[in-house]
């Protein structure tokens, strides 16, 4: 299993763990300890426009993510090949 695909279960696990909770970035970010923390921002876009994560703003303008249906089972498959 490629490195991309290590981290991709990592993040998608966040959200599984709590399916229909919504997670900030800042907080995905100190969950799974990215350095910087700012890149966690980024790689939960690349996610949410493969449709793995559903994306909210508030009337606030704070972002959140939660795991989408299509996350949930790429998450499944990835665990079956060995993740």
């Given at each position: 299993?490629?490195?991309y695909?290590?981290?991709?279960?990592?993040?998608?696990?966040?959200?599984?763990?709590?399916?229909?909770?919504?997670?900030?970035?800042?907080?995905?970010?100190?969950?799974?300890?990215?350095?910087?923390?700012?890149?966690?921002?980024?790689?939960?876009?690349?996610?949410?426009?493969?449709?793995?994560?559903?994306?909210?703003?508030?009337?606030?303008?704070?972002?959140?993510?939660?795991?989408?249906?299509?996350?949930?089972?790429?998450?499944?498959?990835?665990?079956?090949?060995?993740?």
């Amino acid at each position: 299993m490629n490195r991309y695909n290590k981290l991709k279960i990592r993040t998608l696990k966040v959200f599984a763990f709590s399916p229909e909770a919504w997670f900030t970035p800042g907080e995905v970010a100190e969950r799974l300890n990215f350095i910087p923390k700012r890149s966690a921002w980024s790689y939960l876009k690349r996610l949410w426009k493969f449709d793995l994560l559903e994306r909210h703003t508030s009337g606030t303008g704070t972002l959140k993510y939660k795991l989408s249906e299509g996350g949930a089972t790429r998450l499944r498959w990835l665990r079956s090949q060995g993740g």
